[in-house]
């Protein structure tokens, strides 16, 4: 078994016993295998050991690995997320390759990945909420969610999914299950308007056991998947 194949079994495994744990459904957390700055052979050997949902940061690098698998890969069971900052002149090629975006932060993203969603499945779009008030640069303020909300349930090519977030960097526990815990009772009032909301977007290597006590449905995890990752991160 590769190093991968490895920690991708480790990864479950830890999943499975949180939801255990706080009495969550089992399988009810799906993992996210964040695969930006990686090498098609390393999302190969990913796809061997079962994952099939892929996340990707970088516009290009995401588009080129979707046309690789798509050419070279029997089947087309792979998911694509889209979890980066999203520059407008970038929406169109989102909108034409991936099947999730989850960092939709403001009404002319949305807009832009409606118009430009042609002739393919709804895209299922997840709000970017900052949870972290201004230690974090990303994300729409809670109070402006809602808003933007009403805006993707009218537009016909976005099918809005629920919320996700990158909350500050802390390591104690208490202040990560807070911050969780806010984006968890934000899709619960949206759950109200929006019956389809089902997904929560949170949880990273750091600190998935408090994301996963909130009521994470999704974990995005990388270098604990992939390992360092090693070529540009300026743009991070
Ligand atoms: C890079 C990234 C991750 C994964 O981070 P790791 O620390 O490598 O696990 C998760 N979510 C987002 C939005 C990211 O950009």
């Known amino acids: 078994m590769s190093t991968i194949q490895n920690n991708i079994e480790h990864i479950k495994g830890l999943i499975r016993t949180a939801e255990e744990k706080f009495s969550r459904q089992p399988h009810s957390v799906q993992l996210l295998a964040v695969s930006k700055t990686k090498p098609i052979e390393a999302l190969e ?6 994952q099939r949902q892929f996340g990707e940061n970088y516009v290009q690098e995401g588009v080129d690995k979707i046309h690789h ?6 089947q087309t069971e792979l998911e694509w997320h889209f979890i980066g900052p999203i520059q407008s002149n970038k929406t169109r090629l989102i909108a034409e390759n991936f099947d999730w975006v989850h960092s939709i932060d403001r009404e002319k993203i949305a807009q832009r990945l409606n118009d430009q969603r042609i002739n393919l499945a709804p895209l299922q779009v997840l709000i970017q909420v ?3 008030g201004e230690a974090s640069k990303s994300g729409i303020d809670h109070a402006q969610t809602f808003a933007l ?9 976005l099918t809005l999914r629920g919320l996700m977030s990158i909350p500050e960097n802390v390591s104690d526990y208490a202040s990560q299950l807070a911050a969780f815990e806010h984006l968890k009772n934000l899709q619960l009032q949206l759950q109200q308007h929006y019956p389809q909301v089902d997904t929560l977007s949170m949880g990273m290597s750091g600190d998935m056991q408090a994301a996963i006590e909130a009521g994470s449905t999704m ?6 998947i992939f390992g360092e990752r090693h070529y540009p991160t300026a743009k991070e």
């Open 45 to 50: 050997q990913a796809i061997a050991s079962g």
């Open 69 to 74: 698998f798509n050419e070279h890969y029997n």
């Open 130 to 132: 900052n949870t972290s």
């Open 149 to 157: 909300a009403q805006l993707i349930n009218d537009l016909p090519n």
């Open 219 to 224: 974990v995005r995890i990388g270098t604990a």
